[in-house]
């Protein structure tokens, strides 16, 4: 496969392939790789991260998939994941850092603690799926992406309470400006299966009555809370929406 050097499409989605093969990586005219599976250890058969370095040329969407035990933290570091500028549309399962341009991002089944601290510095994206990101207790400040419309929260499995934070607050003394807004863009909103969460809270310190109150969710169209237990608090009253009405899909 390594001498198709002019193939611009592979699909190798539900295939048998266990690896991908290395010679891949010479194929430096690949515009198309619908899954990319990446194999760690010592396989010298097999594709690796740093065979991804020199497939520029990659655009659309791309879902790579880690296969076996990482060994050496080198290999990630090799995969110049950031500069893949044509890419549109990126599921990732693991940590892996994307251009700062990237428009859709799945994240799925990661174990980390917490959220990578690129993930907010995505100001071009558009579509975002967290999917059991099983050991997060918080959710990202995604209130501070300009551009989201669809934001997908699915089996955050230890999220307690979705509050201030999550619209961008970072704390108590923090303070919105009174021409500033919320999810600027977003349409779409779903939380599905977050089985612990009980709190919905707004922006802290704020009053009904206050007039500089920001706006949150101007354009919000679809909200849907799926599989959930009753909450104890609904932050619903904070949603500032000035679209003609706001469909609620309530599924416990």
């Not at 390594?2 to 592979?10: D, E, G, Q």
């Not at 099983?134 to 551009?147: A, S």
């Not at 500089?212 to 909200?223: D, R």
Request: proline share 4%; net charge neutral; aromatic share 10%.
């Amino acid at each position: 496969m390594s001498k198709l050097i002019n193939l611009r499409h592979l699909y190798v989605m539900g295939s048998d392939l266990e690896y991908l093969p290395k010679g891949i990586g010479r194929l430096t005219s690949l515009q198309t790789l619908d899954v990319c599976r990446v194999c760690f250890g010592r396989n010298d058969e097999a594709f690796k991260f740093g065979d991804l370095r020199s497939l520029n040329n990659l655009r659309g969407s791309l879902t790579i998939v880690l296969m076996g035990d990482m060994i050496d933290v080198s290999e990630v570091v090799e995969l110049q994941l950031v500069d893949k500028k044509q890419i549109s549309s990126l599921q990732i399962l693991n940590v892996l850092q994307p251009q700062e341009d990237l428009e859709s991002l799945g994240i799925n089944w990661v174990a980390a603690p917490t959220w990578p601290r690129w993930l907010t510095d995505l100001n071009k994206l558009r579509f975002l799926t967290l999917d059991y990101c099983v050991y997060w207790e918080t959710l990202p400040p995604l209130g501070k992406l300009p551009f989201l419309e669809r934001l997908k929260l699915l089996r955050m499995r230890l999220v307690e309470k979705v509050g201030g934070e999550f619209l961008g607050q970072e704390d108590d003394q923090a303070t919105f400006k009174s021409s500033s807004s919320i999810f600027p863009k977003l349409k779409d909103l779903c939380f599905e299966s977050m089985r612990a969460w009980k709190e919905w809270e707004g922006v802290r310190g704020w009053k009904k009555e206050d007039s500089k109150f920001p706006t949150i969710m101007p354009y919000v169209g679809n909200l849907s809370l799926v599989a959930q237990k009753p909450m104890e608090r609904s932050g619903l009253k904070f949603l500032t929406s000035q679209t003609s009405s706001v469909e609620v899909t309530l599924l416990f």
